[in-house]
């Protein structure tokens, strides 16, 4: 058995032909398509992590009696490796992405893994597939680092047994339409809500995402491309959105820009988004606010003209100008229902950092080698 901090690159035959890898690559749509392999690491009780391994995109056979099915231990991230203008292949923050992981898997009582070991399997599952790291502006290959409980047992505990996956998907922009990056509708619900206080809203675990679903679909019915979550208690509080977190920008008195956002309460997603566009702004010299944020000032100050913009930001969406907040009863206009110019001047900036097109002030990125 192989032991802990290696993944052995088992397979690294090209199972789909290279016409039809172009072919794909052309339109890509968001994880449609997969790639050739997959990262695998096998866990339990007594070896720990183990057996890590590169072996071809397949199906799992499993049984059926697998904890996972039955009690939701399930945890996963989100990353994209980019393609630099040397033909360099980068991840952006991956140690982030690590660390929450570990932060989910410890809510979910499920067993840390070890940062290199993560980071190893993403850089060594891209190195694979580096034909499918796109070359087409603003496309991507995103990284789906997941871990389920994979024990056959119906008793109620914490599994024994885990696997560790990596899967691997060429994407285009989430909001398939954006070419010209126009701004998104979102929904705020006032019948569902997505975490509790000591719930699991700092995690990302399936099944936040599964409770999610029915307030996706009812943002859709109301034209809305995504859902604006608030507080559990009292529904006053915004809290994210159904894949990203949200921002404002607004001016003060003195007509400094403002950058605000909800603070991280632990039942939000501490996004890696959110974290580098808040090092963004500081760093322009804006002012940043992490607060409370009351849903009806926010709508107020929108409708009076003091807030100007606001956009999402997240791995798969990047950020994306918000030109709509609806309700039931209410639809407020955002910077004209257009993409705002402090946000996709932000917009462009991380996006430059990400694709490696100018320096990487911050050590953002990683280089896969
Ligand atoms: N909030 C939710 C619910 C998400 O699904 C995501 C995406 O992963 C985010 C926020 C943003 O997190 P990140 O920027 O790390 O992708
Ligand atoms: C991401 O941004 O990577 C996410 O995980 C969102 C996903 C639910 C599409």
């Known amino acids: 058995m192989d032991k802990l901090n290696t993944i052995f690159v088992k397979s690294d035959v090209e199972c789909i032909p290279g016409e039809k890898r172009e072919e794909i690559l052309k339109n890509p749509g968001f994880g449609i398509s997969f790639t050739d392999h997959m990262a695998l690491v096998k866990y339990d009780r007594q070896n720990g992590w183990h057996d890590g391994q590169i072996v071809g995109h397949q199906d799992l056979n499993v049984s059926p009696a697998m904890m996972v099915f039955h009690y939701g231990q399930a945890i996963f991230e989100g ?197 580098s566009i808040l090092t963004l702004a500081k760093s322009r010299g804006y002012i940043v606010k992490e607060e409370k944020l009351i849903f009806d000032e926010i709508i107020e100050k929108i409708s009076s003209g003091q807030i100007t913009e606001a956009f999402s930001c997240g791995t798969a969406v990047t950020i994306s100008p918000i030109g709509s907040i609806v309700t039931s009863a209410t639809k407020t206009i955002v910077s004209d229902g257009k993409a705002g110019e402090i946000t996709m001047s932000l917009r462009q900036e991380l996006i430059d950092i990400q694709f490696g097109r100018t320096e990487d002030k911050f050590g953002w990125r990683h280089n896969i080698k």
């Open 79 to 275: 990353m994209k490796a980019y393609r630099t203008p040397e033909n360099d292949l980068v991840l952006f923050r991956p140690e982030k992405n690590a660390q929450r992981f570990n932060r989910s898997a410890i809510r979910m009582a499920m067993p840390e893994i070890d940062e290199e070991l993560f980071i190893q399997a993403c850089d060594k599952l891209v190195l694979t597939d580096r034909n499918w790291v796109p070359q087409i502006e603003g496309q991507s290959l995103y990284l789906r680092p997941f871990m389920i409980a994979s024990e056959a047992h119906i008793g109620l505990r914490a599994a024994n047994k885990y696997l560790f996956l990596i899967i691997a998907s060429p994407v285009a922009p989430f909001f398939q339409s954006i070419s010209d990056v126009p701004a998104i509708s979102i929904f705020a619900t006032d019948k569902y809500v997505r975490a509790v206080d000591g719930g699991t809203g700092m995690a990302k675990c399936a099944g936040n995402y599964a409770a999610s679903l029915i307030a996706k679909d009812e943002a859709q019915e109301n034209d809305c491309q995504d859902v604006l979550w608030r507080d559990a208690k009292e529904r006053k509080y915004i809290e994210e959105m159904g894949t990203s977190n949200i921002c404002f920008i607004s001016r003060d008195t003195s007509g400094n820009v403002e950058l605000t956002t909800p603070v991280l309460d632990g039942s939000l997603l501490d996004g890696i988004t959110r974290d």
